[in-house]
């Protein structure tokens, strides 16, 4: 089974050193839980300034998710990228305010997905955001292990709307979402290093659904998203 990750971070990060600091840290990490690819933010934009994108070396089994800034100030739509990451609270800026509604527009239309952390932003902006560009592809991340209440919110009004794996770790909580919304709306991610890899690789490899379910889950879905 290919297993891609659809939440990852290299780079150092502030909360001390990790494996993943460098390139080939991550992919040692990846070798080690038997994850074949990983869609990886770089810990400079998604801490410093995603304006002057840090350099990650080619390699196909890492794949480069740019931080997208709305406004003057920020980014645009970063050339070439299928799935990007937005951060309005690490970032300074307001997800459905006119500059926030014009980028996600413009990733709308472009066909480019978004990475939305639930502590960046909340339940609630992700409803309106959803609400105003219904056709935008958002993957909710970083949920935390007790959202499932308000990810039902979200997945019943928004069938664009879709959640990773990375802390949805109560019991049977992604059967939960796969029975409901189905297999396609749910992606495999660790969000490691910030949070455990080894679990959300261990739930993957446990879960029960059908085995063409769990493949969609680790790897089918972001494949999809990436074109």
């Known amino acids: 089974m290919r297993v891609v990750d659809v939440n990852r971070i290299v780079g150092p990060v502030p909360t001390g050193d990790v494996p993943s600091a460098d390139a080939p840290g ?6 080690r839980l038997a994850i074949n690819a990983a869609c990886v933010v770089h810990s400079h934009d998604l801490y410093y300034d995603p304006t002057a994108a840090a350099e990650l070396p080619a390699d196909p089994r890492l794949i480069r998710v740019p931080v997208a800034v709305p406004g003057p100030l920020g980014t645009g739509v970063p050339a070439g990228a299928r799935v990007v990451r937005m951060c309005p609270a690490e970032h300074r800026f307001l997800l459905t305010a006119p500059h926030g509604i014009a980028l996600a ?3 709308a239309e472009t066909g480019v997905a978004v990475l939305l952390a639930l502590e960046s932003v ?3 902006e992700i409803h309106r955001l959803a609400t105003e ?3 935008l592809r958002i993957v909710v991340i970083n949920t935390g292990y007790r959202a499932l209440r308000e990810l039902a919110d979200l997945m019943d009004t928004h069938p664009e709307v879709r959640v990773d794996t990375a802390t949805l770790c109560g019991h049977l909580a992604v059967e939960w979402v796969a029975r409901r919304y189905g297999a396609q709306r749910v992606l495999f991610g660790t969000g490691a290093p910030l949070t455990d ?3 959300p690789r261990f739930q993957l490899d446990h879960l029960e659904l059908p085995a063409d379910e769990v493949e969609l889950i680790a790897s089918g879905n972001i494949l999809e998203l990436l074109g």
């Open 26 to 31: 991550l992919l040692a990490e990846l070798d």
């Open 105 to 107: 527009r413009e990733l």
């Open 122 to 124: 909340g339940p609630g």
């Open 133 to 135: 560009v219904p056709s």
């Open 197 to 199: 890899d080894a679990g």
